[in-house]
T-cell receptor
Framework: GQNIDQPTEMTATEGAIVQINCTYQ??????LFWYQQHAGEAPTFLSY????GLEEKGRFSSFLSRSKGYSYLLLKELQMKDSASYLC?????????????FGKGTKLSVIP | DTGVSQDPRHKITKRGQNVTFRCDPI?????LYWYRQTLGQGPEFLTY????????KSRLLSDRFSAERPKGSFSTLEIQRTEQGDSAMYLC??????????????FGPGTRLTVL
C-alpha cells in the first residue's frame, strides 16, 4: 500500500524559515512532488525531486532521501501570501503513466 | 488561457440527483486524471485516461460514478443518485506524453460539489 505522512498544521512568523517534512512508503517510486494549494484553489507545482539531494528554486528548496523515504520543503523569508496548504505527492509508474499519491497536506499559517 | 479548465466551478444539488462535470485539459496533453478532495485531505485519485482509453479506476469510483473521454480531448465525470458523502472538490489534471519534469500534472480549478 501507499502511505504518505506530513504534519497537519504549522505556524511560522513572517520573514522566518520553515521546514515541512514528508515521509513516505510506496510500492514503486518515480519522484516526489510538492504542490502549494491556497484555500478553494487548485494545487500548483512547487518542486520535483527524483534524485537524492537538495533542489533550490528562489525562496523554496526541496530535499529528497530515497533510502530514508523522506523529503522536506524549505520555505525561506516567509511572506503572508505563503499561507496555504503544502501537499507532498509521490509519483509511481502505473498503467502506462505515472500516478500521484498525495499526503493529506500541511496547512501553513504565516503570522506577522 | 491555455491551462486546464473545469465547468461548472460550483454545483449544488439535492440528494438523489445526477450531476455531470466537464474538464478541458491543456490541448497537447494526452493524459487526463480525475481526483476528489475533501476538506483537510489531499487529492485522492479516481481515474485516469490516456487519450480516449480509461486505463485505471480507483476503488473510490463506485458504480454510481462514470467518466468518459470520447475523443481524447475533454472529459466528463458523471455521478448518479448523488449522496451527501459525494460532497467534495473534484479536480481534473492533465500531463503531456513527455515532460521536462518527467510527469508533472497540471491541475484545473476544480468543481466544488455540495449535495444537500
Amino acid at each position: 500500500g501507499q502511505n504518505i505522512d506530513q504534519p497537519t498544521e504549522m505556524t511560522a512568523t513572517e520573514g522566518a524559515i520553515v521546514q515541512i517534512n514528508c515521509t513516505y512508503q510506496t510500492s514503486g517510486f518515480n519522484g516526489l512532488f510538492w504542490y502549494q494549494q491556497h484555500a478553494g484553489e487548485a494545487p500548483t507545482f512547487l518542486s520535483y525531486n527524483v534524485l537524492d539531494g537538495l533542489e533550490e528554486k528562489g525562496r523554496f528548496s526541496s530535499f529528497l532521501s530515497r533510502s530514508k523515504g523522506y523529503s522536506y520543503l524549505l520555505l525561506k523569508e516567509l511572506q503572508m501570501k505563503d499561507s496555504a496548504s503544502y501537499l507532498c505527492a509521490v509519483s509511481r509508474p502505473r498503467a502506462g503513466s505515472y500516478q500521484l499519491t498525495f499526503g493529506k497536506g500541511t496547512k501553513l499559517s504565516v503570522i506577522p | 488561457d491555455t491551462g486546464v479548465s473545469q465547468d461548472p466551478r460550483h454545483k449544488i444539488t439535492k440528494r438523489g440527483q445526477n450531476v455531470t462535470f466537464r474538464c478541458d485539459p491543456i490541448s497537447e496533453h494526452n493524459r487526463l486524471y480525475w481526483y476528489r478532495q475533501t476538506l483537510g485531505q489531499g487529492p485522492e485519485f479516481l481515474t485516469y485516461f490516456q487519450n480516449e482509453a480509461q486505463l485505471e479506476k480507483s476503488r473510490l469510483l463506485s458504480d454510481r460514478f462514470s467518466a468518459e473521454r470520447p475523443k481524447g480531448s475533454f472529459s466528463t465525470l458523471e455521478i448518479q443518485r448523488t449522496e451527501q458523502g459525494d460532497s467534495a472538490m473534484y479536480l481534473c489534471a492533465s500531463s503531456p506524453r513527455t515532460s521536462g519534469r518527467a510527469n508533472e500534472q497540471f491541475f484545473g480549478p476544480g468543481t466544488r460539489l455540495t449535495v444537500l
